[in-house]
């Protein structure tokens, strides 16, 4: 399995999880949505996180190496949710409903993402 593919289904079940964990602060569809549409949406909404995570995370990771030092690696989690809340508004953009109620459950959402990534990639044997 493609590296890509991998990575977006770990973070479709990371994404669900903290859904899941984090309930009315984090929502993925509408509770009225039936299960296949909800399943869409949360493929959507991992093809996108994962796109994110590719692309553009590297590059703001990289310009801000000097914070990410200087703060002995928590500015990883701000940068992390700060994706988070990209992700949100881009499905946004596309019209499908995700909804992080802001930056404080998208930086709680990013810990718990971070947490089950780390768990299924081992699992996996799929390093990032």
Do not use: Y
């Amino acid at each position: 399995m493609g590296r890509l593919l991998t990575a977006w289904i770990l973070n479709a079940a990371a994404l669900a999880a903290a859904a899941w964990l984090l309930g009315e602060q984090m929502s993925i569809g509408t509770d009225a949505d039936p299960t296949e549409d909800r399943l869409i949406t949360l493929a959507v909404v991992a093809a996108v996180f994962t796109l994110v995570n590719q692309l553009v995370s590297p590059v703001i990771k990289f310009l801000a190496l000097p914070f990410i030092v200087l703060t002995l690696g928590l500015a990883l989690l701000v940068i992390n949710a700060l994706m988070l809340l990209l992700t949100e508004r881009i499905t946004d953009l596309v019209g499908v409903d995700f909804v992080i109620e802001g930056f404080w459950w998208a930086v709680a959402a990013s810990i718990v993402i971070s947490v089950v990534n780390a768990v299924l990639a081992s699992i996996t044997g799929m390093r990032r």
